[in-house]
């Protein structure tokens, strides 16, 4: 994802922040065109998003979700893998985390079934990953077209187990039963009032924390290990991978397999974190946003950890921005995520060639005068 005529500073900062201006300022047109001044519009976002405690939880909240989806998409990408399941990967995590909770939380307690309910929801993820990783190298079926199906039966297995299996008796909503306190994360404004710090409440919680230590274990495992090492060595060249004695296909399902433990992590923020129980549909598209904030972050934990709290920004922002104005509804607001994914995503290397041309006059003539 990166040009290789530039430095990084340029690829991962200046590229990606000149194709969020231009995403801003086609959105701006957006809302001059619906009779809204944008200038007062991007003021509620970022005042919505950050303007106050709480506002601030609920943006590191779905930025949250936002890390592990990005992080899942990411590691594919190394290996030159287009993992495009990251929502169902992410539902059946979900789920994994759900029925290790639902079947241990009234026996256990919590420091043993926090590593147990993170490891189900890791290994619920990872086998959803695993039938598209062997197909892809065993079989030659492109992962894109497996995981998008994979996405549909994670959906529709999720519906015919709430309303069969999970719902409680005499329930009418599709969500199960709320788990002890056992199984639930603590939130972040409790964790501050143990040392005396009062914030006001809001949804972010412990799971924050496993979000951050993911962007450091996959910047470890695919900068300082040689396992990372063969991972971009098959995203950078698959046949030539075979001459540095790296098998592609078994390689592959591993990175797959980690792509899918990243995506069903999502688990512990959603259901642990904050509903403390299983629902319908509280993946909610995370999955899919993901690839955006993988593209924006140009694959790398850092860039990930900006772009996933730039959506939680949006996201949050946006649903401030609906409240105030009558005629922007949640859909104008996805519009505005949409030209931000389109730039970053689509139309992420539009401005490489002026920008390589720039940086290389400004290089020439720095030369010239040294």
Excluded at 13 to 25: C, D, M, S
Excluded at 31 to 46: G, H, K, Q, T, W
Aim: charged fraction near 10%.
């Amino acid at each position: 994802m990166n040009n290789n005529n530039l430095p990084t500073w340029i690829n991962v900062l200046v590229l990606p922040l000149l194709n969020l201006i231009l995403a801003f300022a086609i959105a701006g047109l957006v809302f001059i065109a619906i009779d809204v001044d944008p200038v007062e519009a991007a003021r509620l976002i970022i005042e919505g998003a950050l303007g106050y405690e709480e506002g601030i939880g609920y943006t590191l909240y779905y930025a949250t979700n936002f890390i592990f989806t990005g992080l899942a998409v990411a590691i594919a990408f190394s290996a030159g893998l287009f993992n495009i399941g990251g929502e169902g990967q992410a539902y059946i995590g979900g789920l994994g985390t759900g029925l290790v909770c639902l079947a241990l939380d009234a026996s256990m307690p919590f420091w043993i079934l926090f590593p147990l309910s993170m490891l189900g929801g890791m290994l619920f993820g990872a086998l959803w990953a695993f039938i598209p990783a062997y197909l892809q190298a065993y079989r030659g079926s492109h992962v894109v077209i497996t995981t998008i199906m994979f996405n549909f039966i994670a959906s529709s297995l999720m519906v015919y187990l709430m309303v069969n299996v999970l719902k409680p008796e005499g329930q009418m909503s599709a969500v199960s039963r709320l788990l002890e306190e056992s199984a639930r994360l603590p939130f972040i404004h409790d964790m501050f009032g143990w040392v005396g710090i009062e914030l006001e409440q809001s949804p972010l919680n412990a799971s924050f924390l496993i979000a951050l230590a993911a962007l450091v274990f996959v910047w470890a495992l695919l900068w300082r290990t040689r396992w990372g090492f063969a991972i971009r060595a098959l995203g950078a060249s698959p046949s030539a991978t075979n001459y540095g004695g790296i098998n592609p296909k078994r390689l592959t399902v591993i990175v797959m397999l980690i792509s899918g433990a990243m995506a069903g992590l999502l688990g512990m923020n959603e259901i642990t974190g904050y509903s403390h129980q299983l629902r319908l549909d509280f993946v909610a598209g995370y999955g899919f946003t993901g690839i955006a904030v993988a593209l924006i972050g140009r694959g790398h934990p850092i860039g990930i950890l900006f772009a996933s709290i730039l959506f939680g920004v949006l996201f949050q922002g946006g649903n401030e921005l609906a409240f105030e104005y009558d005629n922007i509804d949640r859909e104008m607001v996805v519009v505005v995520q949409a030209l931000v994914v389109l730039f970053s995503g689509a139309l992420a290397m539009m401005l490489v060639n002026p920008v390589t041309k720039i940086y290389q006059a400004v290089s020439s003539r720095q030369a010239k005068e040294a």
